[in-house]
């Protein structure tokens, strides 16, 4: 079946640093990939996405790019913002299974001024 | 064009009520996807409907949980005597069709069961 596998969290930076966020993924098919963004006591939010192999997806300063020969989607930053803090969600849409979603299990990351 | 609203945003229920929480898809958007988000974890695919239809019930517990979508109105969570393990994050997402690569999220429904 397909799965995403997030790094552990949380994660904490202080404003203006370096973010990678990894994410991997199993897939029997050929998925669309996403990064999805909750903040607190909010629905979640697309962040960006690609639907193939070597796609690179991006927003307001993030971006991530499909790897189909690591089966990585990760998500970076330049220099993060206290605005980011947030938690961030990798998934992947299978077309063979309806399109549903298959979530990772979110890292939170916490940005300091 | 209004995104995809879910109400009530809170809901508290004794244990052994019932719960109804509803969808209402982004206009023009016929698939309606329900997650559910427990405590510290990722959300989870519950089910999967089209109008009047379901389509995949592959993630719904076997037993009190049931969804449908009518022909008029919202998208409808039920779940039949709740217990303290239902207490989570509910949510929906649209989408315009299928193969479609984006689906859209409501806020979500904050079960908790006292």
């Known amino acids: 079946g397909n799965s995403v596998t997030q790094m552990e969290g949380p994660v904490t930076l202080s404003e203006e640093a370096f973010l990678t966020i990894n994410c991997t993924y199993t897939?029997?098919?050929?998925?669309?990939l996403f990064w999805y963004v909750q903040y607190p006591g909010e629905g979640l939010q697309l962040l960006l996405k690609?639907?193939?192999?070597?796609d690179k997806g991006s927003n307001k300063g993030f971006e991530a790019t499909y790897r189909k020969e690591t089966t990585s989607f990760h998500l970076e930053k330049g220099s993060v913002q206290v605005s980011d803090s947030a938690v961030y969600f990798c998934a992947l849409s299978d077309p063979g299974a309806n399109s549903k979603l298959t979530f990772g299990k979110g890292i939170t990351l916490s940005v300091r001024p | 064009n209004a995104g995809v609203m879910q109400n009530p945003r809170h809901l508290v229920r004794r244990r052994g009520q019932e719960a109804r929480l509803r969808c209402s898809p982004m206009?023009?958007?016929?698939?309606v996807y329900w997650y559910r988000q427990l405590p510290e974890e990722g959300l989870k695919f519950m089910v999967y409907l089209q109008k009047e239809n379901i389509i995949d019930e592959s993630g719904m517990p076997k037993e009190r949980f049931s969804a449908e979508f009518p022909k008029e109105g919202p998208s409808i969570l039920r779940i039949q005597q709740v217990v303290r393990g239902d207490s989570a994050a509910y949510f929906c997402a649209s989408s315009p069709g299928t193969g479609a690569t984006e689906a859209f999220f409501g806020q979500g429904t904050r079960l908790t069961v006292v």
């Open positions: 897939a029997t098919g050929y998925p669309s």
């Open positions: 206009k023009g958007h016929s698939h």
């Open positions: 690609a639907t193939k192999a070597d």
